[in-house]
Each structure stands twice: as C-alpha cells, then as structure tokens.
C-alpha cells in the first residue's frame, strides 16, 4: 500500500526557507520519479518539481527555479524540497506525489503560509 506523508510546512515571513519533507512507503522508492505540487486557495494543483529516480535529472516550474531545490534520499525513502527566498505567492498547500503507470497518488499535504 503506497504511502505519502509530507511535512514541514509552517508560516515564514517573506524571504525566509523552509524544507517540506515527504516519508513514503508501500513502493520501491529507488525506481520512482517523483514530484511536488501545490494547490493555492482557489486554483488548481500545479507542479513544483520533478526528480527522476536515480534523482541526477530534476525539472522547476518557472515560478520556482532558482529558489527551490527538490532532492530524494533513497536510502531513507524521503523526497524533500528546500524552498528559499519565499514570496506571499508561494502560500500554498505542498502535495508530494508518485505517478505509476497513470495511477496518481498523494499525500494529505502540508500547508505553507508566507505572511509578514
């Protein structure tokens, strides 16, 4: 049984970094490419990040490069995102997400706020 638990979230000013983590289990995670995606209020869910996975090969939503860094462990099974230079645009609840042949699963999510 897949499993996705992602964490990490909170509320940071604008500027500040944050690193969501996500715990996954139930699928050979080292043959997994992965991603992170985000749902602000309102709008649809869109891709983050992707990594391929041996994890050498990783893709950025415009929005997001230069300022976020998407990794995975595969020691641990982790997929994690660092997230730095925070802008208000980025509050969003953050998805971590596995693709089998079609078959889409997700975590419960975690949620990001950048306030001042």
């Known amino acids: 049984q897949v499993q996705l638990e992602e964490s990490g979230g909170g509320t940071v000013q604008p500027g500040g970094s944050l690193r969501l983590a996500c715990a996954t289990s139930g699928f050979t995670f080292n043959r997994a490419a992965m991603g992170w995606y985000r749902q602000a209020p309102e709008k649809e869910r869109e891709l983050v990040a992707r990594i391929s996975m041996s994890g050498e090969t990783t893709a950025y939503a415009d929005s997001v490069k230069g300022r976020f860094t998407i990794s995975k462990d595969n020691a641990k099974n982790t997929l994690a995102l660092q997230m730095d230079s925070l802008k208000p645009e980025d509050t969003a609840v953050y998805y971590c997400?596995?693709?089998?042949?079609?078959?889409?699963?997700w975590g419960k999510g975690t949620l990001v706020t950048v306030s001042s």
């Open positions: 997400n596995y693709n089998y042949y079609g078959m889409n699963y």
